[in-house]
C-alpha cells in the first residue's frame, strides 16, 4: 500500500484494534492465475496470530487458495475532503480514510470440530448480547449441515500496513476547519472521520 510517512498508523494495538472493529473485509486471491476477490468478515485471534473466516462452499475462490500469499483489505470510515474548507482556491479535493493490509499465507480449517469452534465464536461477537439466537440453541443436524456449507480459512499474518490520511500535511487550522464542517455532517463516514481527525 502506498503510504506517505505523515499518514502511517506505528502504534501496533490501534491497528489490531482497527482490525477488530472493522472486521468486514475484502479478500483478495488469484484463481486460475486471475485476481479474485470475496468479502467477508475475518476475526483477528491475536494469540495465534491469525485471521479467521469462512467462504460459502460454493465460492470457487477455496479451492486453491491453501498456501497462498493473500491479502485482507479492512476499510474502515472514509469521506470526502473539499477545498472550499481550507479557505484557499489553490487547493484540490482529496479523501481522507482509514485503511488496513495484512498479508499471510492461507490455510484451510480442515478439522469439523474447529470450523464450528469458529461459527460459535462469529455469531457471539456480531449478534446482540441480548438477543436469544446462538448456534449451540439449533437443531445439532441443522448446525451440522450448516457447517458443511462452508469452508474455514486461516490466514496466518506475515505482514500488517496501515494507513489514516486525516489531512496530517496540513497546518493545524486547516484541519480544525475540517473537523468542524465533517461534524455537521448528515453522514456517519464524516462524523467518524471527524473523530479520528481530533483523536490525531
Partial sequence: MYIPKHFQMK???????????NSFATLFSTVSGSPYATHLPLLL???????VGHFARANSQWKDIENQEVLAVFLGPHTYVTPVWYDTDLAVPTWNYVAAHVYGKAELIKNQDELMEHLHVLVDKYE?????????????????????G????????????????LSQNKSKEIQERIIEHLEQSTSENSRKIAEWMRGN
Fill in 45 to 51: 485471534d491475536r494469540d495465534e496470530n491469525v485471521l
Fill in 150 to 165: 462452508v469452508v474455514g480459512l486461516k490466514i496466518n499474518i506475515e505482514k500488517i500496513e496501515a494507513k489514516a490520511k
Fill in 11 to 21: 502504534d501496533e494495538q490501534l491497528i489490531l484494534n482497527f482490525i477488530e472493529e
Fill in 128 to 148: 446482540d448480547k441480548n438477543s436469544p439466537y446462538r448456534l449451540n440453541v439449533l437443531d445439532s443436524k441443522f448446525a451440522e449441515g450448516l457447517s458443511k
